[in-house]
Nanobody
Framework: QTQLVQSGGGLVQPGGSLRLSCAAS????????IGWFRQAPGKEHEGVSC????????NYADSVKGRFIISRDNAKNSVYLQMNSLKPEDTAVYYC??????????????????RGQGTQVTVSS
């Protein structure tokens, strides 16, 4: 079965860190651009970060620049999002998504072909 399986997330205090993982099952990630999106209650999906198929190019939303780091390990068929200095406004369900032969874009999760199941991140004291 072709799918993206997410892990990580949870509850963390403001200023804390979390690491999200996204592993491909049923296909190999090389050749796929990977994006991370998030959706807060009552809001649309927001692009957070993306990484090119080779890992040579990354992009971040202004709201997370300098705090989040995206990386990939093609040998492990996985992509990661390290989130540091977390703020309450980072609270959302986070989704990883894979796009075949397409560039890194944060404009819409609908530009991606596969999507993970989502994982809740809650930043609260």
């Amino acid at each position: 079965q072709t799918q993206l399986v997410q892990s990580g997330g949870g509850l963390v205090q403001p200023g804390g860190s979390l690491r999200l993982s996204c592993a491909a099952s049923g296909f190999t990630l090389p050749g796929y651009t990977i994006g991370w999106f998030r959706q807060a209650p009552g809001k649309e999906h927001e692009g957070v970060s993306c990484i090119s198929s080779t890992g040579g190019s990354t992009n971040y939303a202004d709201s997370v620049k300098g705090r989040f780091i995206i990386s990939r390990d093609n040998a492990k068929n996985s992509v990661y999002l390290q989130m540091n200095s977390l703020k309450p406004e980072d609270t959302a369900v986070y989704y990883c998504a894979a796009r075949f032969l397409g560039g890194c874009t944060l404009l819409s999760i609908n530009a991606y072909h596969y999507r993970g199941q989502g994982t809740q991140v809650t930043v609260s004291s």
